[in-house]
T-cell receptor, first 114, second 114 residues
Framework: DTAVSQTPKYLVTQMGNDKSIKCEQN?????MYWYKQDSKKFLKIMFS???????INETVPNRFSPKSPDKAHLNLHINSLELGDSAVYFC?????????????FGPGTRLTVT | AQSVTQLDSHVSVSEGTPVLLRCNYS??????LFWYVQHPNKGLQLLLK??????LVKGINGFEAEFKKSETSFHLTKPSAHMSDAAEYFC????????????FGSGTRLSIRP
């Protein structure tokens, strides 16, 4: 069984569209995250949720809105897509918020905005 | 403030020779330190972590790292490289108390020559 899964794996869309990426973890973890990896492989945290509550919201445009219907799911909705949103988006989960917990990553969603 | 620097963007070694991937960090808190590996078109996988226990940490696939507080380093080593080790490696630092300040290094691409 896949521990952290994301759908879709690839997403190609035009500027101005709205899209969603779904993430599910079956590890029973309390904390979930969204990361953006740019073309130079640089990874930056976007959001963190703990028990369905937003904990971190880095300086991300408000076109990005995370939603957590339950502890096992954290979805990412993006409005009015821009060329600069093209990247690979990773979902991850951890046992809790403590910095000592390792994170388990999904396979990524490659978003291409044309 | 925290930061992490991976000193080499690309390392190339011959199969069967030792691997050294260098990481220096800066942290105002007692840090937790991690190494993650990312194979092409995959998510990140934990190799090993340091969380204030033993300074020499052993991970998966024969990798290990030594936490050196005096040098603020957490270099990753492996005695004998295998072709399957070819991947991107990330050094990561968090304050022990919270994952909210997680910082990823810029990554080191490891190539293995036959």
């Amino acid at each position: 069984d896949t521990a952290v899964s994301q759908t879709p794996k690839y997403l190609v869309t035009q500027m101005g569209n709205d899209k969603s990426i779904k993430c599910e973890q079956n590890l029973g973890h309390d904390t979930m995250y969204w990361y953006k990896q740019d073309s130079k492989k640089f990874l930056k945290i976007m959001f963190s949720y703990n028990n369905k509550e937003l904990i971190i919201n880095e300086t991300v445009p408000n076109r990005f809105s995370p939603k957590s219907p339950d502890k096992a799911h954290l979805n990412l909705h993006i409005n009015s897509l821009e060329l600069g949103d093209s990247a690979v988006y990773f979902c991850a989960s951890s046992l809790g918020l403590a910095g000592s917990y390792e994170q388990y990553f999904g396979p990524g969603t490659r978003l291409t905005v044309t | 403030a925290q930061s992490v620097t991976q000193l080499d963007s690309h390392v190339s070694v011959s199969e069967g020779t030792p691997v050294l991937l260098r990481c220096n960090y800066s942290s105002s808190y007692s840090p937790s330190l991690f190494w993650y590996v990312q194979h092409p078109n995959k998510g990140l996988q934990l190799l090993l972590k340091y969380t204030s226990a033993a300074t020499l940490v052993k991970g998966i696939n024969g990798f290990e790292a030594e936490f050196k507080k005096s040098e603020t380093s957490f270099h990753l080593t492996k005695p004998s490289a295998h072709m399957s080790d070819a991947a991107e490696y990330f050094c990561v630092v968090t304050p022990g108390s919270s994952a909210s300040k997680i910082i990823f290094g810029s990554g080191t691409r490891l190539s293995i020559r036959p």
